[in-house]
């Protein structure tokens, strides 16, 4: 059958633009239909009368006829659905408390959820933003007790020959080179890397190249790749960057190439340069765990077959050349990169898109209970039109479309939610929570939005659509009053104790993550972390390979920070406690006490100035601290932690033992100072070896400067500043944050959960109240006979308040017991954020149960005050 | 609001001392083609033509074909205009165009086909 799209619409349009002409003309028609009807059946001979009545017996009725023909075409569907949207939005005005409500509350569903929607798509959901994304693996080394460390120079060397599963495999590690010319000194993040990682990643500059294998050597030629937003930033993407010189940390750097804007760096996502690793053998650091390694696996190569792989080729490259830092047993492990870069975030994540959810749910329920009270007020109106011909079809179609506009409504105002809270939501998340850069409101969330907005108004219509579709239109006329019968109580009653239940698992959760993040701040981090200010240095040049030729820089700018005013000790350390720095070594006690080097865990080595100690406000235990009588040409000496002296000289006096880091020399504990938290508040390892920077065998050429105050801490930096360049113009000056900066940041994974716990279960509460008031106060309202008669004859108000009351405290009862079993389940979500107590802590729990009996005190307050006050007289004439 | 009345049944209108069938289910387009390819005419005629031609086999229902006459103009197959009858009253009438005649061909084969077909098997069968 032929159709024309193009005859279809010109028509349709015209009948919907000139709807009354058209039904004229069907009218016309319909009516000429009849007349020659009627006159056929005068010439067949018949009375006019007979006539007239024989014709209608043939036509039918002629209205109904109209209305069939009048149905003809898309435009008719269209005009029916304009009709109910217009019905519909005439009776959501003519509501417009209960209107308001139900958008409100959906809103408060849909955009909740959506918002964190728009956090965990791209972080948990997106694969990674670079071409088969899936074949891309972090490597590591597995210790005997599962702990995974970085990988090794030594390592990557034996198995880049020799590992054919892979197309490529990298190392690299963290570079945050001085860039100094015409403008203010600046220190960038960038990575050193060797030369297959952009290969591993599948990425190609937009400018230039990337690394060549004769660029990846010691003394090799120095050359830097740029980011976009580098290049746009400090280079106003001048195209002629390539081949132009920069200086990095006093050496000249030829640009070679500029990566896309796209170019998403998971691995480093500050990063913002590249250079070749070039990795110097000489220093004796090739077995040391200090790069992390990726590979690329080759085409059709599973993650497993790669793991079994590297644990082959693992063993072969020790057992030719085992060296002294390597355990008896070391495997290796591939995983894929998007497991392992969201690993960490993941149980948190999943845990605020299940609180999402569940703020949801409850949004739902409240919404099912008010459509419900609704439905039955409007059972009259129903059944009269089901009485007045109207098909089930047609009427579930109607309230189809009252719940798509009043969904919509509420997605309309979710989504402006879930707008405006997307970008709230980056500013809260944590430093460590991968592609951040790619949250945002974009067209999959928008999707995702309109798609929960749909379900939801169809859900919706579906409800009270049964509900009206099952009723009889005979008793619906008959029953049009406001009473019920006792099966849409009981439903309603079940739902309000379900958005009870998934209220308190949304309760109790936010008070165990509010009780843990208080154990956390009541955690010692080991040192005093008030009035005292941070900020990292850094010499520009590279340090010398024996550290004796470098200039005393840092001590000047020391002794210059000490007479600013204000700041009554100052001091210099290799790595900051809570900054995120990570330096660690294997430390031997000599003789050696520990059979199985295997057992050497990586131990915190701190060069420092003598005044560390005393400036940080770290305890000493036993015997001395550094001084400044340790110097270069002194005998070596190192402190250790607490801890440490516990764990690896258990019941032995540590003074005046020697112990060695690393592969270096021998030094002799001279003192055990008090633990101190050097990764976060939560993490629990404090074994820590301390020397003096002049006695540390390479000059750090990045050290934390730590300033206590007299006063306020963040207002020295000023000052501060000022007399480091009046030292060095070219040092450039980075994150300088408060010391009590640093210990908040250092939970702010767990501050980012609970604000959200926190503003999820607020909601939820306030639509648990909100349900618990409406059911209560509806079903006050539809006994009020009962009552009347109740106190009629003879019960007192508090009888009746205790009616009330009682039927309150069971529905939250009930909501109670069934929200306590939920709450033990979901909290296995939430339990790698808890810190310090346990998952059944019963202050939580008992808090929560009585927040929430509480709160239904103060819901059915009204309703049972009403209740108590009823007028049996005037109850009585209701019905 | 319009609320559809349901349709009586159109059976009950229709005179009970003629033995009929209903138009079978998608030949009331090819009936309507087939009449208006004499001539062009307005609804009550064509109903007329069916039955006298059909010797009141067929019944049309004058809903269904109103519908049906729309549907068909829509498809291009024919052309309506308000003209004067021979009895000076206003009335639709449809006529039949150029690629409504090549429809009406097309269908007719068509029927032609599917009937000899029936009627094949219904001899095999008997």
Redesign the interface.
Known sequence: MTWSPWRQLSRGLRRLTNRSAADQDVADEVQHYLDEATAARVADGLSPEAAVRAARLEVGNVTSVREQVRGYGWESTVETLFHDFRYAARRLRAEPVFSAIMTLTLAVGIGATTAIFSVVQPVLFEPLPYPDAGRIVSIWEVDLDGSRNDGTFGMYHGLRERAHGFDAIAVFMPWRPALTGPDQPDRLEGQRVSVGYFQVLGVTPILGRTFQISEDRLNGANVVVLSDALWRRRFGADRSIIGRQLTLDDASYLVIGVMPSGFENVLAPAAELWAPLQYDLSQGRDWGHHLRMVGRLGPGVTVDEATRELARLGRAVLAEQRPATYGREVSLVAEPLHADVTSAVRPALLAMLGAGILVLLIACVNVTNLLLTRGIRRRGEFALRAALGAGNGRLIRQLLTESLLLAAMGGAVGMAVALLGVPALVALSPPGLPRVGAIGFNATVFAFGMVLTTVIGVAFGVIPALQAARGDPHRGLHHGSRRTHGGHRRTRSALVAAEVALALVLLVSSGLLFRSLERLFAVEAGFDSSHLLTLQLQTSGRPGPDGATEDRIFGLILEAVERVPGVTAAALTSQLPLSGDLDRYGVFFDPSLSADPGEVRGTFRYAVSAGYHHTMGIPLRRGRLLGEEDGAAAPRVALISESMAKRRLPGLDPIGRRVRIGDGPLYTIVGVVGDVKQMSLAVNESEAVYVTEAQWRFEDNEMSLVIRAHGEAAALAPAVRQAIWSVGKNVPIARVVTMDGLVAASAAERRFALILFGAFALAALVLAAAGLYGVLSGNVAERIGEIGVRSALGASRGNILALVVRQAMTVTGLGVAIGLGGAVAAIQVIASLLFGISRFDPVAYLGVVALLAGVAMVACGVPAWRAARVDPASALRVE | ????????D?RR???VDEPNTDVIQGTLDLLILKTLSLQPM????I??RIEQVSRGSFKV????L??AL??LE???WLEAA?RQTE?S????FYTLTR?GRK?LDLETADWTRRASAVARLLKADA
């Open positions: 609001m319009s609320v559809g009345i349901l349709d009586p159109p209108s229709l005179p307005h609804g009550f005629g109903a007329r229902n004058p809903g269904s109103l519908t729309q549907r829509r498809a291009g308000w009895n009253r206003r009335a639709k690629t429809q």
